[in-house]
């Protein structure tokens, strides 16, 4: 039988950065934080967190009667690309997780080793990759990283430049521990934050944090609007100002797949069509079923009205007219917006 030393050591020859192994007791800590969460109204319409049943989600031995293990897997993601260079017409930034598709090019490394583990070892394996699964308290508990206050991860060599992928197995495996570790003082992500949407230290509210909103098809509150600058898609705001983060180190890009790059054209994505724009960025997270492009459309237009530059005012006017209420009213704030500037 194989044990968790050699699964880590064939994770790695497969590619996989960071692989640590978890019981799959349930989480009813993490439950008492979502529905904690719902209560508030900190969930925004389209996340899947406020759709399912919390106490089911949180428990893997009831959803996996079979689930003896879970091995939770990393891939970091801080590649050593340029940001887009100012010149080349109004561009929205592409936050770094989905320069290219991350989830993917890990997915398909778990893939592998599920598939040895399955011949070799006749596992039952069950493959996640961006959920959904409480994947940030398996991998707290497996001590692949510990809560930042922003919510996120933080791993010792990948910071929170990290995607999270897990197989749950019927193996039954060692768990790996807790690492005791945390933010310390530390208050910069909360401090940076523009929209003040980390309300405490590690509760989010997504009805204020850009990385949501930016996916999300309604209309943006004015005083968001003011501070969303020229994010077309996510915000890494509370990554980039975190010290742990600081030292990670960048690697070259490995693969390519779903790859849109740091910034796309403003006016590209206001002329395309839905069928255009999914067909340009098929295997990317931009065109992901919780991804609305009408949101997308609407990011566009509230970073030219940021730009300060008034030469958009009449591209901005034909939007008004828009049979969609949600982009007619966001051309509207943007038109004040520059008129203002
Ligand atoms: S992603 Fe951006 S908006 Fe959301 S909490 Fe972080 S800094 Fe704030
Ligand atoms: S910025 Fe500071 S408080 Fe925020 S996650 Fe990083 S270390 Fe923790």
Known sequence: MIDETEIKNIGREFGIDQLRISSPAPFPETAKIIQGLKRKGYYLSNEYLLKIDTEYF?????R??????????????????????????????????????????????LKKLARFLKENFNAQCRIFSNGPIPEKPIAQRSGLGYYGKNG????????????????????????????????????????A??????????????????????????????PIARVWGNRLYGCTTCQDVCPKNS????????????????????????????????????KNQLTASWVDFR???????????????????????KFTDSSDPV????????????NNG
Request: hydrophobic share 40%; with cysteine; net charge positive.
């Open 58 to 62: 949180c428990n893997i031995e009831t």
């Open 64 to 109: 996996f009667p079979w689930a003896k293990s879970i091995i939770i897997c990393a891939l970091g993601y801080l590649t050593d690309e340029k940001l887009p260079q100012s010149g080349n017409g109004p561009y929205g930034l592409i936050a770094r997780f989905t320069w290219r598709n991350n989830y993917l090019i890990l997915k398909r490394k």
């Open 152 to 191: 996120l991860i933080i791993n010792h060599k990948f910071g929170s430049w990290m995607v999270l992928g897990e197989i749950v197995t019927d193996l039954e495996l060692k768990p790996d521990p807790p690492i005791e570790d945390n933010c310390g003082e530390c208050n910069k992500c909360i401090i």
């Open 193 to 222: 934050c523009p929209t003040r949407a980390i309300i405490k230290p590690y509760i989010i509210d997504s009805t204020r944090c850009i990385q949501a909103l930016s996916g999300w098809y309604g209309p943006v509150p004015e």
């Open 247 to 282: 030292t990670v180190k960048p690697h070259p890009p490995e693969s390519e797949i779903g790859y849109v790059g740091p910034g796309l054209s403003l006016l590209k994505i206001l002329n395309f069509s839905e069928d255009e724009f999914r067909s340009n960025y098929a």
């Open 295 to 317: 949101a997308i459309k609407r990011n566009a237009l509230i970073c030219l009205g940021n730009t300060k530059d008034k030469g958009f005012l009449p591209l901005l006017k």
């Open 327 to 338: 982009l007619a009213r966001t051309a509207q704030w943007a038109i004040k917006n520059l």
